[in-house]
């Protein structure tokens, strides 16, 4: 039996996964996640994960969170680097890919099942270019472009381009970052740590009391804690910034749909989507895609779903591993 080995390297977590072939896309066998604070670079979780399960893969694809050049990888929120030949020597395999984790994703949209899916518009449906979007850590975009008889996974760094104001609030907000940070990236509001500096913002300029709990919370809880407070009704600080946040999510999502003519669809994923669904599901996310001025009507026309599967980057890698492979 050929086994995959696939990795989704993220700036928390890695988790890597075994798949076996199957008829219609690979199946995962066994999945293991590590926290990535507590290994000093991927290789050391890799070694470790190769220890407790005792396989020799045929093939291995990792996907990850970053700009991967000849082969190589410097990790947007982690210290590591990455080598595709490095990572040959541990597996004793000729060849090893290193894939963009967006790219990885795209890559697999086209496999995943409805139930794995929820649809905030319905569209038109179309054989085209898909773009898919993913807040979490950071901000990932990619594309899955058409060539009019098969897909090819095109890798961005769409996160890091400029963030564009669409109101006066969205321009303070921008301001705010500009003296902070310097450059306001479109990720820089549009993550979790984002939605964290959209809520401190907020608690500077607005007259409403502060979160307590999120107040007392650790940095890197703050983003789940302050999503919980908005969408239980408990703080309406919390709740004026997740709306912000989302109307961002659905201009870029737009954004993104316009530059890479996406009439096969805009697809969220990461960690953030599936857990405020309820609130992107409200409408402001699908009135700030759409409002696009003369381009509204195309916006309106374009299909827009939450992939729900949490392993979607880990498919896409397992299925990138397998021949023919596209370069993103």
């Known amino acids: 039996m050929t086994l995959i080995l696939a990795g989704d390297i993220g700036g928390t977590k890695v988790t890597l996964g075994v798949f076996g072939l199957d008829v219609k896309r690979p199946r995962l066998r066994i999945a293991e996640g590590y926290a990535s604070r507590n290994f000093p670079d991927f290789e050391s979780i890799l070694v470790r994960f190769l220890s407790d399960h005792a396989i020799r893969p045929d093939c291995a694809c990792f996907a990850v969170a970053g700009p991967v050049l000849a082969g190589k990888c410097h990790t947007t929120n982690l210290p590591w680097v990455i080598e595709e030949k490095r990572l040959c020597n541990i597996l004793g395999l000729d060849k090893v890919w290193l894939i963009n984790d967006l790219a990885a994703t795209a890559l697999a949209v086209p496999l995943l099942k409805s139930s ?17 979007i993913a807040a979490g850590t950071g901000l990932g975009e990619a594309l899955l472009f058409w060539d009019g008889d098969s897909y090819h996974p095109i890798s961005t760094e769409g996160g890091h381009a400029g963030f564009a104001p669409t109101n006066l609030l969205e321009a303070e907000l921008w301001r705010h970052v500009r003296k902070e940070r310097g450059h306001v990236s479109v990720e820089r ?34 983003p789940a804690v302050i999503a919980e407070l908005a969408m239980k009704g408990k ?14 999510y659905g201009a870029e999502a737009g954004n993104l749909a316009l530059r890479g003519m996406t009439t096969g669809g805009i697809y969220l994923a990461g960690g953030i989507a ?21 381009f ?3 916006l309106s026309q374009i299909p827009v779903k939450v992939i729900l599967n949490k392993e979607t980057a880990l498919l896409g890698a397992a299925i990138y591993s397998l021949p023919p492979n596209p370069e993103p």
């Open 235 to 248: 703080n309406t600080l919390c709740k004026k910034a997740l709306d912000i946040f989302v109307s961002i």
């Open 189 to 222: 509001l549009l993550s979790g740590p984002g939605l964290v500096r959209i809520y401190e913002f907020l608690r500077a300029n607005e007259q409403e009391p502060e979160a307590a709990e999120a107040e007392q919370t650790p940095d890197n809880e703050k």
């Open 296 to 298: 509204s009507d195309l």
């Open 116 to 132: 794995e899916l929820v649809t905030l518009n319905k569209g038109i449906r179309r054989k085209g270019t898909i773009g898919v």
């Open 274 to 294: 599936p857990k405020i669904l309820k609130w992107i599901e409200k409408g402001r996310f699908m009135k700030a895609f759409s409002d696009k001025g003369r």
